[in-house]
């Protein structure tokens, strides 16, 4: 199996700040890779697929790179909208892992 | 829009069986394939399952293997997840989950049904 590392596991930032979350894989998934973000108490929703294409309800701040094993998501100019838990996962083989998750929180 | 919606989770003994239903509305169901993800209490997210859109390929977690069983009724829009020999570690909060392209994203998503496995 594919295994998912994301780091940090949490992270506390400012309105307006940059964040970065890293998703490193243990073997190559090209540009396999989706972000999901998750409010509390809601369902996972899709954020970002094939490594970089935002969904279309995903604001311009948000950003999405990398391939291979290593990946990031970033988000510039944070919003009180944007607190919440983010999780990558590989799309690349069966079965599908997860990163572990990283909760944004409010400094 | 796109409603996904999960039922037939419960209480149930260590040993014990249950059966998940998701009914799909709002997409053309037959296009996607269907996943159930599953969420431990306060945990992180774990793939259990998927089933193309056909239904005739199905995809397991090693977790689950020969446990668990998912078949779907694209003339009902609905999803199944079969859940023998329960074990406490299968507690959490099951997901439906419809995604357009395999492999691929994880489109949508429901909002879920608990099932505690407790003696």
């Known amino acids: 199996d594919i295994q998912m590392t994301q780091s940090p596991s949490s992270l506390s930032a400012s309105v307006g700040d940059r964040v970065t979350i890293t998703c490193r894989a243990s073997?190559?998934?090209?540009?396999?890779l989706a972000w999901y973000q998750q409010k509390p108490g809601k369902a996972p929703k899709l954020l970002i697929y094939?490594?970089?294409i935002l969904q279309t309800w995903v604001p311009s701040r948000f950003s999405g790179s990398g391939s291979g094993t290593d990946f990031t998501l970033t988000i510039d100019g944070l919003q009180p909208e944007d607190f919440a838990t983010y999780f990558c996962?590989?799309?690349?083989?069966?079965?599908?892992?997860f990163g572990q998750g990283t909760k944004l929180e409010v400094k | 829009e796109v409603l996904l919606l999960e039922s037939g989770g419960h209480l149930v003994q260590p040993g014990g069986s249950l059966r998940l239903s998701c009914a799909a509305s709002?997409?053309?169901?037959?296009?996607?394939?269907m996943h159930w993800v599953r969420q431990a209490p306060g945990k992180g997210l774990e793939w259990v399952s998927g089933i193309s859109g056909g239904g005739d390929v199905t995809y397991y977690a090693d977790s689950v293997k020969g446990r668990f069983t998912i078949s779907r009724d694209n003339s009902d829009n609905t999803v199944y997840l079969q859940l023998n020999s329960l074990r406490a570690e299968d507690t959490a909060l099951y997901r439906c989950?419809?995604?357009?392209?395999?492999?691929?994203?994880?489109?949508?998503w429901g909002q879920g049904s608990p099932v505690n496995v407790t003696s």
């Open positions: 094939t490594a970089s």
């Open positions: 073997q190559g998934i090209s540009r396999w």
């Open positions: 709002g997409l053309t169901f037959g296009n996607y394939a």
């Open positions: 996962q590989q799309a690349n083989s069966f079965p599908y892992t």
């Open positions: 989950v419809a995604a357009y392209r395999t492999p691929g994203a994880l489109d949508y």
